[in-house]
C-alpha cells in the first residue's frame, strides 16, 4: 500500500486555454487536504485570488464559451501543425 494513498492532490490551471497571463485554477483532493490547504495564509490574507476574473471565468464555463474557444484552438492548432510538417518534411 503507498504511504500517500489519500493525500494527492492534482492541481490545473486556464492559463493555457484562455490567457498565458491568467493566474486561475483549481485543486483537486481529498477533503482533508482541501481543509488543510484553506488554512494557509494565502487563502487567509485573501492574497493570490481575484473574484472578478473568478466570477467572469465561471460564466465563460456555465455558457459554453470555454468549450467555444477550446475548439477553435484545437483547429488553429491542427493548421499549425500541418503547415510546420509540410515545411519540416516536404509533406503534408
Known sequence: MCLA???VVSN???SKIIAPGLRLGWYEAPQHVIKS?????LVISGG???PYVSNLTAEALKTGLI???VN???IAH?????????RL???P
Not at 491542427?78 to 509540410?86: P, Y
Open 5 to 7: 494513498a489519500g493525500n
Open 12 to 14: 490545473g490551471s486556464l
Open 37 to 41: 490547504l484553506l488554512t494557509t495564509y
Open 48 to 50: 493570490g485570488s481575484n
Open 67 to 69: 468549450d467555444q474557444h
Open 72 to 74: 477553435e484552438l484545437r
Open 78 to 86: 491542427k493548421v499549425r501543425l500541418r503547415h510546420g510538417s509540410l
Open 89 to 91: 518534411t516536404g509533406y
